[in-house]
Nanobody
């Protein structure tokens, strides 16, 4: 059974940090490029960051460049998103995504940035 399970979300003050994790199972994680998306109610899902199969290539949305870092550990089948200097407009549900021949999504984890 394919699963992507996100964790690490929560409430944080502006300027704070969070680390999101995504645990993968049921598919060949190391063969899939991985992404983090986020979505605010009423808006389209936004691509935040992506990472290649071996982690050598990463890309970021302009809005998070220099503040977020995507990484993966293929031996543990884990995807991460380290978020620094969080802003209120980073508030969203964050989803991990796996893409190869098939595409898989997690259920999302809520990140709220507020004082």
């Amino acid at each position: 059974q394919v699963q992507l399970v996100e964790s690490g979300g929560g409430l944080v003050q502006p300027g704070g940090s969070l680390r999101l994790s995504c645990a993968a199972s049921g598919f060949a994680f190391e063969s899939y490029s991985m992404k983090w998306y986020r979505q605010v109610p009423g808006k389209e899902r936004e691509l935040v960051a992506s990472i290649s199969t071996r982690g050598g290539v990463t890309t970021y949305a302009d809005s998070v460049k220099g503040r977020f870092t995507i990484s993966r550990d293929n031996s543990k089948k884990m995807l991460y998103l380290q978020m620094y200097s969080l802003k209120p407009n980073d508030t969203a549900v964050y989803y991990c995504n796996a893409l190869n021949v098939h595409e898989y999504w997690g259920q999302g984890t809520q990140v709220t940035v507020s004082s």
